[in-house]
C-alpha cells in the first residue's frame, strides 16, 4: 500500500512558476516508478511527467517538455514537478501516482498506476 499526498497547488498569472510536491509513504519509495497527471472537467485524466526509480530518467508529455521537469528525493519520500511559464490551458487537477511494479520504464498510461493522491487543483489566469 502506498499512500500519497499532493501539495503546492494554486492560483497564479500567465507565466508564473509553481512547485507541486507528493510526498509518499506506506512502502519503499526508492524502487517506484512516480508520475503526475492532470485532468480538466470532462475530459480525460492526461499523462503530463513520469520519473524512474531506477536510474532518475524523466519522460514528458509534449505539451510540458521543456517547461516542467519532475524530480524525486528518495530520502524524503518525495517526487516534485517544477512548473515554468505557466499557461491558462494548464489549469487542471494534479494528480501524483504510483506503480509499485518496479518496471525498468515508466509508462504514461493510467492503468499501469496502483496508487494515487488526492489532487491538487491548479489554476493559471490569463
Known amino acids: 500500500q502506498v499512500l500519497l499526498v499532493e501539495s503546492g497547488g494554486g492560483l497564479v498569472q500567465y507565466g508564473d512558476s509553481l512547485r507541486l510536491s507528493c510526498a509518499a509513504s506506506?512502502?519503499?519509495?526508492?524502487?517506484?516508478?512516480m508520475a503526475w497527471f492532470r485532468q480538466t472537467p470532462g475530459k480525460e485524466r492526461e499523462f503530463v511527467a513520469a520519473?524512474?526509480?531506477?536510474?532518475?530518467?524523466?519522460y514528458y508529455a509534449d505539451s510540458v517538455k521543456g517547461r516542467f521537469t519532475i524530480s524525486r528525493d528518495n530520502a524524503k519520500n518525495t517526487v516534485y514537478l517544477q512548473m515554468n511559464s505557466l499557461k491558462p490551458e494548464d489549469t487542471a487537477v494534479y494528480y501524483c501516482?504510483?506503480?509499485?511494479?518496479?518496471?525498468?520504464?515508466?509508462?504514461?498510461?493510467?492503468?499501469?498506476?496502483?496508487?494515487w493522491g488526492q489532487g491538487t487543483q491548479v489554476t493559471v489566469s490569463s
Open positions: 520519473i524512474s526509480w531506477r536510474n532518475g530518467g524523466t
Open positions: 506506506g512502502r519503499t519509495f526508492s524502487n517506484i516508478n
Open positions: 501516482a504510483a506503480d509499485p511494479s518496479s518496471r525498468a520504464v515508466p509508462l504514461p498510461h493510467l492503468y499501469v498506476y496502483d496508487y
